[in-house]
């Protein structure tokens, strides 16, 4: 299906487990997104990626990795999940200039 | 750095007022913004966008916002409210020579009947 997906959507995982958040997008869109949602805080920007290969860093990026060696996958990983990283994830992909950001339908985590 | 700020973080309607929500970006330069709604439980999805042109611009379901360089401003404007609209509101932006969407914190419009 057309579309950007995330997989799983819903996850429970132990402090110090490594765990993969999924997503795939099938618009050969050139950007993608990772955010992390919090009451509170809105949206935070955790990583992005501008093409394949090319990733950095966004507002909160300390205990996640990111790789995107396909232009249509973007998996965000914990390397060692803590409970303050219980939230909600939302993946965002977007084309070039002037277009919007579409989202998925998120990854609610759960840390314990 | 960039920043958006919203500075209602809750607003309580009841249905037929009016809404006015506030969204204020930090740099000057071209710049693009936008509104997201998401709706209770949901992901979320773009109300309206301005790239360039005309100031004020009109979104889904009767939303329209107006861009004002002058003030660094994107308010979020709807003449009638309906118990449907609860959700919550974002402003976003970025600007032509940056990769990233910066979101502001949200608004969340209650509305009553």
């Known amino acids: 299906d057309a579309g950007i997906t995330q997989s799983p959507r819903y996850k429970i995982t132990e402090t110090g487990r490594q765990v993969t958040l999924m997503c795939h997008q099938t618009w050969s869109h050139s950007y993608m997104f990772w955010y992390r949602q919090d009451l509170g805080h809105g949206l935070r920007l955790i990583y992005y990626s501008a093409a394949a290969d090319i990733t950095d860093k966004g507002e909160v990026p300390d205990g996640y990795v990111v790789s995107r060696s396909k232009t249509e996958n973007f998996p965000l990983t914990l390397e060692s999940a803590t409970r303050s990283q219980t939230s909600v994830y939302f993946c965002?992909?977007?084309?070039?200039?002037?277009?919007?950001?579409?989202f998925g339908q998120g990854t609610r985590l759960t840390v314990v | 750095a960039q920043s958006v700020s919203q500075h209602n973080h809750h607003v309580i309607l009841s249905e037929a007022a009016s809404l006015e929500l506030g969204c204020n970006y930090s740099?000057?330069?071209?710049?693009?913004l936008f509104w997201y709604v998401q709706y209770p439980g949901q992901h979320l999805q773009l109300l309206l966008k301005?790239?360039?042109?005309?100031?004020l611009v009109k979104g889904i379901k009767g939303f329209e916002a107006e861009f004002i360089k002058s003030k660094f401003s994107f308010n979020l404007r709807k003449p009638s409210v309906q118990w449907s609209d609860t959700a919550e509101y974002f402003c976003?932006?970025?600007?032509?020579?940056?990769?990233?969407?910066?979101f502001g914190t949200g608004t969340r419009l209650q509305v009553t009947l």
């Open positions: 740099y000057g330069g071209t710049v693009n």
């Open positions: 976003a932006a970025y600007t032509g020579t940056a990769s990233k969407l910066t």
């Open positions: 965002a992909s977007r084309g070039q200039t002037n277009t919007e950001a579409f």
């Open positions: 301005y790239f360039s042109g005309d100031p």
